[in-house]
């Protein structure tokens, strides 16, 4: 992040640089405006970062000119929407603002990141700002123009190739060390966590009528999880959301995967005030009252990219163990795991997804005993909780989720595994189970 004497000197001794564009005054609401701002932050881009300052006339000389007060003001909401809009791949700018040290007027600073992996193009047009399917870059002049030189793409393909190699080698250095660095998104939360509060509000009234006995009321406990998009630019409507989920289920790890979609009159997804949700636990035919524990999903997606889904437990109905007495210990890896790759492949499908916040509650594991269901991981029975419930909370990247979801998976659910009489997780059982459900070999 620059400091306040960086931005301070690009005011005070304003010289346009390879790195630094200045522009005049402009209507951040407005197609030419956004536009504006698109291209010149594609070309910075492009280059491996530097600053948009807006508030200078080029007359020869930059001249500071204070901002029409019949112009909006430019936000971080503002030119971010600006970047996404335009910009493919999208990527997130930092709005600052310093005052002039003689003229009290206040500039705005776009900072626009470097370091990416491919050449960021636009994909839209307005006219004679931007063109579709173009990609800018920073020439001397200084300029933003699109490469026309052998010489102009190397240098804009070798930086790419350079962004890679660092990636990569960070996502080696995240496995080996087990570290997985995510930014803080406390604002988001604001409004993930009424989300998940509502959406269990929501199953509760829907199982109220039901005979404490019924599988579908989980009468020995559930486990539930919520994934938020943060950033998302919301979906225009429900059908459009709808698609969108149907775009995610088309990879299937698991024989029951997370937020199915079942082509059962009653038990069919449908839309319920601004949500689509999915109620597969609802008394449908003469094997309802039955029906495995595993099997009664309630799940909910929102518009702004939030979902959350409740199910009971697979231990619960197999006929060899008493409902409420264990947890197998690869089930958490799976399920869990099996939702953040769902949340990730439907980010895809969202414009401006930044990371995922992650929301696991466990209830009702006080006297179950950590054991293997399958066999195929050898332990004793003797790890008991003592902990009836427990919240688990986190966040990553999409690409974290696809390129190490193991490293994401471990440090989430250690704390559940710790409740089982402090039994540690071993790392590498994390390592195998998310590898076998990323091949799909449930």
């Not at 799940?299 to 409740?310: D, E, K, N």
Request: aromatic share 8%.
């Amino acid at each position: 992040m620059p400091t306040p004497a960086e931005l301070q000197a690009l005011v005070t001794d304003p010289r346009e640089a390879m790195d630094v564009e200045y522009k005049a005054w402009l209507d951040p609401t407005s197609s030419h405006g956004r536009a504006t701002i698109a291209r010149a932050a594609i070309a910075l881009a492009n280059h491996g970062g530097g600053f948009i300052v807006v508030g200078f006339d080029d007359q020869g000389d930059l001249i500071a000119k204070p901002k029409p007060d019949n112009l909006p003001a430019i936000t971080q909401d503002g030119a971010n929407s600006a970047v996404r809009r335009y910009a493919d791949p999208e990527f997130q700018v930092e709005v600052h603002r310093s005052a002039h040290p003689e003229t009290g007027v206040e500039h705005v600073i776009v900072s626009v990141p470097g370091g990416h992996t491919v050449p960021v193009m636009s994909k839209r047009d307005c006219d004679g700002v931007i063109s579709q399917n173009r990609c800018y870059i920073r020439k001397p002049g200084p300029r933003s123009e699109e490469p026309q030189t052998r010489e102009e793409w190397r240098a804009l393909l070798n930086r790419c190739v350079r962004a890679q190699r660092e990636d990569m080698l960070d996502a080696i250095r995240a496995i080996v060390t087990g570290r997985l660095e995510v930014a803080a998104a406390a604002s988001a939360d604001d409004e993930f966590t009424p989300f998940v509060t509502s959406a269990r509000q929501r199953w509760a009234e829907l199982v109220a009528d039901l005979p404490p006995h019924m599988p579908a009321k989980f009468p020995h406990g559930s486990y539930e999880m919520a994934f938020g998009l943060v950033g998302a630019e919301p979906c225009a409507g429900l059908a459009e959301l709808k698609d969108r989920l149907e775009i995610a289920r088309q990879i299937k790890l698991t024989g029951w995967s997370t937020f199915l979609q079942i082509y059962t009159a009653g038990l069919d997804p449908y839309p319920h005030e601004d949500f689509v949700e999915a109620w597969v636990g609802r008394p449908v035919g003469a094997d309802a009252p039955s029906r495995d524990p595993s099997l009664c999903d309630f799940w909910r997606a929102s518009r702004h990219g939030q979902l959350y889904t409740i199910r009971g437990y697979k231990e619960d109905g197999l006929e060899r163990r008493p409902p409420g007495t264990c947890l197998d210990i690869t089930l958490p890896v799976w399920r869990v795991g099996e939702g953040l790759l769902f949340a990730a492949r439907l980010a895809e499908t969202f414009e401006g997804v930044e990371q995922i916040l992650i929301h696991c509650r466990y209830t009702g594991l006080a006297g179950r005993a950590l054991t293997s269901v399958s066999g195929h991981r050898m332990m004793s029975d003797g790890s008991i909780s003592q902990t009836d419930e427990i919240t688990l909370r986190g966040q990553a990247t999409p690409g974290q989720v696809r390129d190490n979801l193991a490293e994401v998976l471990f440090p989430l659910l250690t704390p559940l595994y710790e409740r089982f009489d402090f039994f540690r997780l071993p790392v590498q059982l994390v390592g195998e189970e998310s590898q076998m459900l990323q091949q799909g070999r449930f």
